[in-house]
């Protein structure tokens, strides 16, 4: 999670040198009905095969070159289709030592940013604990960073990928207000289809979403209630409150209405603080901004395998824009940087399988994911 957040696929092979022509040609014709079997101005073997529906034959396929330790990829339109094989590449031993020192720096980073957040409304609630607050505010942000990241992990796992564990980036407070810049996942092998794109694509910030109402629940439930007065020695100190839309998420002022009850003690002039709230808003930012639909942002991931490459595009030009528009400056130029520099421009990872259409049912939960990103939406804070 972070900027920008999502899987990433090296989708590079060895030079072959995997079974004879005519083994890779009787695997793909035990699926498929081969036109023919070749081997390609680089040595690539490659066999034509019959256009039909190919999304479940062809994962099929996958497994059985598994046995063999090669890959393969299916492209073509039309009434043939082709396939070209490539020795897997050998995926080397995680040094995970290189995990946990990148996490312990970013637990001790984002602890610093959430003590000198507080230290503002120290002046208000003098009574609280500085080092209790910069936990809350660790515990909350690493939560909501961390479980994204596992649930592109998890989905991963469920489609029998292999992918790194998480790679927490610190930033040193107070240049970098949050004491992080994310996390990310990579991915060591590129996904069989659309399908597994996009659910690799919606996974972490589903989850990151779904924690972040959970973290605001918990500041609901702990926040320090700071009455007028305390408010107004707040504002003479520089510190503004925002209480509509679109300056907050309309996620959070839905939550405010539902989640009244929890704290019947507060009358209606008080506001509530917690270094758990203060996560959370960061949570909704993070995951509206990897919703964006754009390049290789979680957005664009699934942007990718709903439209296609050249509808990412069209969705990658969109989604800088409205960046532009809503504020997202600095953002919308570094996506302009990075795509600048990608060998694959806007035109995101690519899955074995790019002929297969998503799902119907993953075609409606793009809609989920469209309503996670309004939900999360503010005007840009910096």
Same mark, same amino acid.
């Given at each position: 999670m972070g900027e920008?957040?999502?899987?990433?696929?090296?989708?590079?092979?060895?030079?072959?040198?995997?079974?004879?022509?005519e083994?890779?040609?009787?695997?793909?014709?035990?699926?498929?009905?081969?036109?023919?079997?070749?081997?390609?101005?680089y040595g690539?073997?490659?066999?034509?095969?019959?256009?039909?529906?190919?999304?479940?034959?062809?994962?099929?396929?996958?497994?059985?070159?598994?046995?063999?330790?090669?890959?393969?990829?299916?492209?073509?339109?039309?009434?043939?289709?082709?396939?070209?094989?490539?020795?897997?590449?050998?995926?080397?031993?995680?040094?995970?030592?290189?995990n946990l020192?990148?996490?312990?720096?970013?637990?001790?980073?984002?602890?610093?940013?959430g003590?000198?957040?507080?230290?503002?409304?120290?002046?208000?609630?003098?009574?609280?604990?500085?080092?209790?607050?910069?936990?809350?505010?660790?515990?909350?942000?690493?939560?909501?960073?961390?479980?994204?990241?596992?649930?592109?992990?998890?989905?991963?796992?469920?489609?029998?990928?292999?992918a790194?564990?998480p790679?927490f980036?610190?930033?040193p407070?107070?240049?970098?207000?949050?004491?992080?810049?994310?996390?990310?996942?990579?991915?060591?092998?590129?996904?069989?289809?659309?399908?597994?794109?996009?659910?690799?694509?919606?996974?972490?910030?589903?989850? *990151?979403?779904?924690?972040?109402? &959970? @973290? $605001? /629940?918990? %500041?609901?439930? +702990?926040?320090?209630p700071?009455?007028? !007065?305390?408010?107004?020695?707040?504002?003479?100190?520089?510190?503004?409150?925002?209480?509509?839309?679109?300056?907050?998420?309309?996620?959070?002022?839905?939550?405010?209405?539902?989640?009244?009850?929890?704290?019947?003690?507060?009358?209606?002039?008080?506001?509530?603080?917690?270094?758990?709230?203060?996560?959370?808003?960061?949570?909704?930012?993070?995951?509206?901004?990897n919703?964006?639909?754009?390049?290789?942002?979680?957005?664009?991931?699934?942007?990718?395998?709903?439209?296609?490459?050249? *509808?990412?595009?069209?969705?990658? &030009? @969109? $989604? /800088?824009? %409205?960046?532009? +528009?809503?504020?997202?400056?600095?953002? !919308?130029?570094?996506?302009?940087?990075?795509?600048?520099?990608?060998?694959?421009?806007?035109?995101?990872?690519?899955?074995?399988?790019?002929?297969?259409p998503?799902s119907?049912?993953?075609?409606?939960?793009?809609?989920?994911?469209?309503?996670?990103?309004g939900?999360?939406?503010?005007?840009s804070?910096?």
């Amino acid at each position: 999670m972070g900027e920008p957040s999502q899987p990433e696929t090296q989708t590079t092979f060895a030079v072959y040198v995997g079974p004879p022509l005519e083994t890779i040609r009787s695997i793909v014709a035990s699926q498929f009905h081969v036109k023919d079997a070749f081997l390609d101005p680089y040595g690539v073997p490659t066999v034509q095969i019959t256009a039909e529906p190919v999304k479940e034959k062809f994962q099929t396929l996958l497994r059985q070159l598994t046995e063999h330790r090669l890959v393969a990829a299916i492209r073509g339109s039309g009434d043939t289709l082709t396939i070209k094989t490539f020795q897997k590449p050998q995926i080397r031993t995680p040094r995970r030592i290189i995990n946990l020192v990148l996490f312990l720096a970013t637990v001790a980073t984002v602890f610093g940013a959430g003590y000198l957040i507080w230290m503002v409304f120290d002046i208000a609630a003098p009574e609280a604990n500085s080092y209790l607050m910069g936990a809350q505010f660790a515990v909350g942000l690493l939560a909501i960073i961390g479980l994204h990241e596992f649930g592109h992990q998890a989905a991963a796992r469920h489609h029998n990928l292999e992918a790194t564990l998480p790679y927490f980036i610190p930033g040193p407070p107070p240049f970098v207000p949050f004491g992080t810049f994310g996390a990310l996942i990579s991915l060591k092998e590129p996904p069989a289809n659309r399908d597994q794109l996009f659910d690799l694509g919606l996974s972490g910030p589903l989850v *990151g979403f779904i924690i972040t109402i &959970i @973290v $605001g /629940v918990v %500041a609901v439930a +702990v926040g320090l209630p700071l009455d007028e !007065a305390q408010q107004d020695v707040l504002r003479s100190q520089g510190v503004r409150f925002i209480s509509g839309w679109p300056d907050v998420p309309a996620l959070f002022i839905l939550m405010d209405r539902a989640l009244g009850f929890l704290r019947p003690d507060i009358g209606p002039n008080t506001i509530l603080y917690s270094q758990f709230a203060q996560a959370a808003q960061i949570g909704a930012l993070l995951t509206f901004l990897n919703l964006i639909p754009a390049w290789q942002l979680d957005g664009g991931h699934i942007s990718r395998a709903v439209f296609g490459p050249e *509808g990412l595009r069209v969705v990658t &030009i @969109v $989604g /800088v824009i %409205a960046l532009f +528009v809503t504020g997202y400056y600095s953002f !919308a130029i570094l996506l302009l940087i990075l795509m600048s520099f990608s060998r694959r421009g806007s035109t995101g990872v690519e899955p074995l399988d790019d002929i297969s259409p998503i799902s119907n049912s993953r075609k409606i939960l793009y809609l989920l994911g469209l309503v996670t990103l309004g939900l999360t939406f503010s005007l840009s804070p910096f």
